[in-house]
């Protein structure tokens, strides 16, 4: 028997096997539109499902199919489906599993267009939701309602940087036969696998850490044969959020250096969450892989390192984080994450500006809250910008 892979080899060869594209080493783009039946009748059977085949490519492409292949087996899922964005990828996943009176329960936090989309589906078709801490049994339990349809989760959550306890959820979700969807962009699936959690369905948006070049918008999402091809077939086939061939080409190619990545993204940040510890400007740092986290625990049981984001309150109010993101000169002011460069953004202005000021205090987002997402540059270069910034506020 073929003794199963390791992640570093999977993520180079899993789902493409060059002898069947003339020896191509590197997976070739099919940038068509739709494909020909040799007959009537065999179109006929595609159409009906009898058949193997391609009809149409917001129906399925070879390109496209060898990311999903690789996505499924790097999550240690049964299937991927590949999406146009991140958002499309929640959207779907989110809309397949809910119809009007049901209710979501979700992680204190979710990104920004996930909270819309969650107002969206409740105004216009009475699907509620609400959110939960969910650091204790307790208040997961007490969140959880007769309709409740769906546990949505972020972990970490953006940006203090809290974990969710995965087997916590599942545990509590199963006893009541609740599917568990988890948002795992922040991880990648090189430090995080919610599947092997028990959890139904991972989302990523591959945008940041899995395309890595800050290049593609791209949703990826994973979980058991039936419910992707459920999926498939439904809200993405008649939404239509798909993936271009090129995009999921470059993303192929993004995702061979995803484990070399994230080690120089954990690298980096843990040197300068150790040099941010010393700065005196610094009240307080976010970052789930520092032992004194109060996330590192769990962060332990179910990441395999603590990621490429630090958040930290400076000692200062709004201008003076405004004027510390203006006196940078390597690290770029940008909302994005995962990227080679070294991205700086202040949620309470930016990603989470839509949040009501009362909400964000709760969250913990203030006014002196700063995001980092750590590059790959030399960890030396991005802590003389900032040290160098820091010292002029
Ligand atoms: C955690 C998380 N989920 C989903 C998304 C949406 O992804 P996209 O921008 O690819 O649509 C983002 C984007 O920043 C995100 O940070």
Same mark, same amino acid.
């Given at each position: ?13 899993? !789902? ?18 739709? +494909?020909? +039946? ?44 590949? +999406? ?24 204190? !936090? ?5 909270? =819309? ?11 509620? /939701?609400? +959110? ?65 959690? =028990? ?28 419910t992707i091809k459920n999926i498939a077939m439904t809200t993405l086939k008649d939404i239509g959020g798909v993936l271009s061939p090129f995009d999921a080409w ?28 010393? /700065? ?26 603590? =990621?490429g984001l630090i958040s930290f309150k400076i000692k200062g109010n709004k201008e003076e984080a405004q004027r510390l993101l203006n006196e940078l000169q390597l ?14 953004? /202040?949620?309470?202005?930016?990603? /989470?500006?839509?949040?009501?000021? &009362?909400?964000? &205090? ?32």
């Amino acid at each position: 028997m073929k003794k199963e892979q390791k992640f570093e080899t999977k993520i180079i060869h899993d !789902g493409y096997s060059s002898k069947d594209f003339h020896g191509s080493l590197v997976p070739p783009i099919y940038q068509t539109s739709t +494909f020909s +039946f040799e007959t009537a009748e065999q179109g006929e059977r595609r159409f009906r499902g009898e058949e193997d085949g391609y009809i149409y490519t917001r129906l399925g492409n070879p390109t496209v199919k060898m990311l999903e292949d690789r996505i499924a087996s790097l999550e240690n899922a049964e299937a991927g489906l590949a +999406f146009g964005s991140g958002m499309a990828a929640v959207s779907a996943v989110l809309i397949s599993l809910t119809k009007s009176n049901d209710h979501i329960l979700c992680s204190q !936090g979710v990104y920004g267009c996930t909270f =819309g989309l969650l107002q969206m589906m409740q105004e216009k078709y009475g699907i509620s /939701h609400s +959110f939960s801490m969910m650091q204790t049994r307790e208040q997961i339990e007490e969140a959880i309602k007769p309709e409740t349809a769906c546990i949505y989760v972020e972990t970490p959550i953006n940006p203090t940087m809290l974990l969710i306890d995965l087997q916590l959820v599942v545990e509590i979700a199963k006893e009541r036969n609740i599917p568990v969807v988890v948002d795992n962009t922040f991880s990648s699936p090189y430090l995080q696998n919610p599947i092997d959690f =028990g959890c139904d369905i991972v989302v990523h948006s591959a945008t940041k850490y899995i395309g890595g070049h800050g290049d593609v918008i791209a949703g990826l999402i994973v979980g058991k044969a039936d419910t992707i091809k459920n999926i498939a077939m439904t809200t993405l086939k008649d939404i239509g959020g798909v993936l271009s061939p090129f995009d999921a080409w470059l993303l192929i190619r993004g995702l061979k250096t995803l484990p070399v990545r994230m080690d120089r993204h954990c690298d980096n940040a843990e040197k300068i969450v150790d040099e941010l510890k010393k /700065h005196s400007k610094i009240e307080s740092i976010y970052y789930p892989g520092d032992e004194e986290s109060p996330a590192f625990d769990v962060m332990k049981k179910q990441m395999r390192r603590g =990621g490429g984001l630090i958040s930290f309150k400076i000692k200062g109010n709004k201008e003076e984080a405004q004027r510390l993101l203006n006196e940078l000169q390597l690290i770029k002011i940008a909302v994005s994450l995962g990227d080679a460069e070294t991205l700086i953004q /202040h949620p309470a202005t930016m990603t /989470h500006a839509v949040v009501p000021k &009362e909400s964000r &205090e709760q969250m913990g987002i203030t006014d002196n809250l700063i995001r980092l997402s750590v590059g790959l540059e030399s960890w030396e270069d991005i802590w003389n910008d900032l040290n160098q910034a820091l010292n002029q506020i």
